[in-house]
């Protein structure tokens, strides 16, 4: 997939590039640093254990120069012991070994030394502690209690430092072994994350084009990335029903606010051109102006609706007694009714009980449930209507609104409360956008309550409304 190059913006790296490269330079420099410090150390650490070594190797010349009788004497087998002790530590000339006497006096040396060539050396290793070329160890030759001469060692500082070449050999493959496994490790780690996060970008870009028929391999090992497919592909699912589902509600509401736009301008036209005259006339205005009203009402809905989920709505939360207001709303509504329908039946406590809200959406969403129980009405059966008011354990008021009519089918329960929903009884008997059920819910949660459809499977329709109790 190509890199998208948008004006004033530079060049984006892939994954893979950006940490393969910075991981190779981080664990490369790393591992150096570490090496560099190992190799100092195992150095310092040979120095010390040779020279604890080489102090051994002189107490040991020191007690096999003493004869019986208590004198300096060297050994004919000293040489050899010597010569020994090299191939031991695998040194040649490096190793001198020097046995002075009381005095100071040269008695033997390997390599063989002039005495001042041997002055020279011990100036060098004993007086000068930063000399760059000997470390001297010594030990005193002891006979009857007395100091008969000294055995000193010496050794040159790189071979005591040194290191094998088989040893940096090993040390060496280590260090790259370990730069090239951490390297294919990340590698391997950036091309996996890099290929979902690809999928993932290759799918935006189809869904910013328009096409939302995603379908992703979400057979993933991993959990967060089989998570963020199986998330991506369901918000794509969701984008497209959302698509379809404002097609589909653009197309109802041009439909719906149509209807009445052509109703009203052909009854109007005819009274205008004379097609109509007299009473018949007025007839056709009263239809037209009954047009006009529920075209208002339907723009009224809309417009609500919409400042609603805007959140510029104004909702209020005065604390009120539940049981006058649900008596005045219920009053208000059976006067708009012309007698045409029977009392609601208004079960209420006998004492007052107190909720937080607003009382002018509180009116409106208990009419709105009464206005859809009108409508469902059955024909030729009386319509009862019953209105309840309880207060639940959580420090809650709840009021239910129950009608006999025939109810909302099984799978329309889920859907009543989408926006622009009708179910089909209505969409062929009753114009309207179906916007009642959704913004009574979002008034309902404005109050910091809830407005939900009884699911029990009884003859009739129940909805529920729950408010905060007052304290």
């Known amino acids: 997939m190509g890199h998208l190059k948008l004006p004033g913006n530079k060049q984006r790296t892939s994954i893979l590039s950006y940490w393969t490269v910075r991981y190779l330079l981080i664990i490369s420099v790393g591992l ?16 010390n254990n040779r020279m604890q070594t080489t102090a051994l190797l002189a107490q040991e010349i020191a007690d096999r120069s003493v004869s019986p009788d208590g004198i300096v004497k060297i050994s004919p087998g000293l040489q050899k012991l010597v010569e020994d002790r ?3 530590f695998k040194v040649t000339v490096e190793m001198c070994v020097i046995i002075t006497g009381p005095e100071g006096e040269l008695l033997f040396s390997e390599p063989k030394l002039t005495d001042e060539e041997m002055r020279h050396k011990l100036n060098d290793s004993l007086t000068d502690a930063r000399s760059p070329e000997f470390k001297a160890a010594s030990a005193a030759i002891q006979g009857d209690g007395e100091a008969l001469g000294q055995v000193i060692v010496l050794q040159s500082k790189r071979s005591l430092q040194h ?3 088989e040893e940096i050999t090993f040390f060496s493959i280590i260090i790259i072994s370990l730069i090239v496994l951490s390297w294919l490790t990340i590698y391997l780690l950036s091309v996996k994350l890099a290929k979902p996060v690809q999928k993932v970008a290759a799918a935006a870009a189809q869904i910013s084009s328009g096409q939302y028929n ?7 090992k991993e959990r967060e990335i089989h998570e963020l497919l199986i998330s991506f592909q369901e918000m794509a699912g969701k984008l497209q029903q959302f698509e379809q589902s404002r097609a589909v509600m653009l197309a109802g509401v041009s439909h719906e606010l149509k209807t009445p736009v052509t109703s009203i301008k052909g009854l ?11 009473d018949e006339a007025a007839e056709f205005l009263d239809i037209a102006l009954l047009e006009a009203g529920r075209l208002q009402h339907m723009v009224a809905d809309l417009l609500d609706y919409n400042a609603l989920t805007a959140g510029i709505v104004a909702v209020r939360h005065d604390k009120l007694d539940a049981v006058p207001l649900l008596e005045e709303i219920v009053y208000q509504w059976k006067l708009t009714q012309n007698g045409e ?3 609601p039946l208004l079960h209420l406590p006998g004492k007052p009980l107190l909720l937080r809200g607003d009382p002018l959406r509180i009116q409106q969403i208990i009419v709105n449930l009464l206005n859809n129980s009108l409508q469902a009405a059955v024909p030729g059966t009386p319509l009862q209507l019953t209105v309840s008011l309880t207060e639940a354990p959580h420090g ?13 089918t099984p799978e329309n329960c889920e859907k009543v409360f989408e926006a622009f929903f009708r179910g089909s009884d209505k969409q062929s008997t009753l ?3 179906g916007l009642g059920l959704t913004f009574s819910r979002l008034l309902a949660e404005a109050m910091g309550g809830s407005l939900a459809l009884d699911s029990r499977p009884e003859p009739g329709c129940t909805f529920i409304l729950t408010l905060p109790h007052a304290l």
């Open 163 to 165: 290191i094998p070449q």
């Open 32 to 47: 150096l640093v570490t090496a560099l410090l190992t190799f100092w150390w195992i150095q310092q650490e040979a120095m």
């Open 396 to 408: 809650n008021a709840v009021i239910t609104v129950t009608d006999n009519g025939p109810g909302i």
């Open 86 to 88: 090299k191939r031991f």
């Open 341 to 343: 329908v029977l009392d």
């Open 214 to 220: 995603i379908v992703l391999d979400t057979n993933a």
């Open 431 to 433: 114009r309207g956008l």
């Open 268 to 278: 109007v036209h005819a009274v205008r051109e004379g097609v109509v005259e007299g």
